[in-house]
């Protein structure tokens, strides 16, 4: 039922769900329908909501509820991370990880290892945690801990690419688009595929990265879906080619889309900044 992309219809959804929850006396089924509510609240960035949401769950959890407390921990870890407070999502992750290993809910133990990746510092740490979730989801015989590979393997890249090590990244990000096809899905294939590119014209590689990015931005449109980090690699490869005119409108494209996302890094800024001077847009 979880829609990602579109997290207010989802909270709609699992409410309309939640009186027959409660009224079935199946607490457990009740309090973890109640830590997706919060995290739909969480992906609206409605922090407030989420928090008293999970208050609640807190406040009804008993001690037999491993699942419900497993995900509980994560969805407060994870409004907390988006909220910067990074010690406290961390020490909400570190128990989620215990609870789930110690009860083998290996999908969660393998998601609070990924979100452990995320958050954790420095990038050595973090992927040491990225890779101990693979280890764990491998190890795992939870088809549901194993579909977390494909984003743990972008992960991993992204943390590898961070560090410099373009060459390794690249060789993750391959591994990824595998994954992610057998999965099936248009949407993460094309942004494992962005990644691929991105790797390219990190190595220099900036027609062969310029000519994935182009393919994809054709497949974004025709799926309307533009995608803003797209037209800014396709206007970064242009200009990296000397071709500045082309370039011009994919990174005011980019800053267009961009700008208007919520979840574009708020310490990006100067990133930003970039595309719209490239784009010749004037100051909003």
Known sequence: MWDYDRPAETEARFRD????????????????????????????????????????????????????????LLERGRCFNDQGNSGQARACFVEAWEVARERRLDDYAVDAAHMMGIVEKPAE?????????????KGSGNPAAGRWLASLQNNIGWTLFGMGRHDEALGVFEDAVALRREQGRPGPIRIARYAVARAHRALGR?????????????????????????????????????????????????????????????????RLERMRELGGRSED
Do not use: I
């Open 17 to 72: 769900l939640l009186p027959a929850a409660q009224a079935s006396g199946d607490r457990d089924y009740h309090l973890q329908l109640l830590t997706q509510v919060a995290r739909a609240q969480g992906l609206q960035r409605n922090y407030d909501g989420a928090h008293a949401t999970l208050d609640h769950v807190r406040d009804l959890m008993a001690d037999g509820l491993a699942t419900v407390r497993a995900r509980y």
């Open 125 to 137: 740490a973090a992927l040491e945690w990225n890779l101990r979730a693979v280890e764990y989801a």
């Open 206 to 270: 900036v027609r062969e990265a310029l000519a994935e990015q182009e393919a994809l931005q054709r497949e974004c449109e025709l799926a309307r879906e533009p995608d803003g980090y797209v037209h800014e690699e396709v206007g970064e490869c242009l200009l990296a080619l000397g071709r500045a005119a082309e370039a011009r409108p994919h990174f005011a494209r980019a800053y267009e889309l961009l700008s208007k996302d919520p979840w574009f890094p708020a310490e990006e800024r100067a």
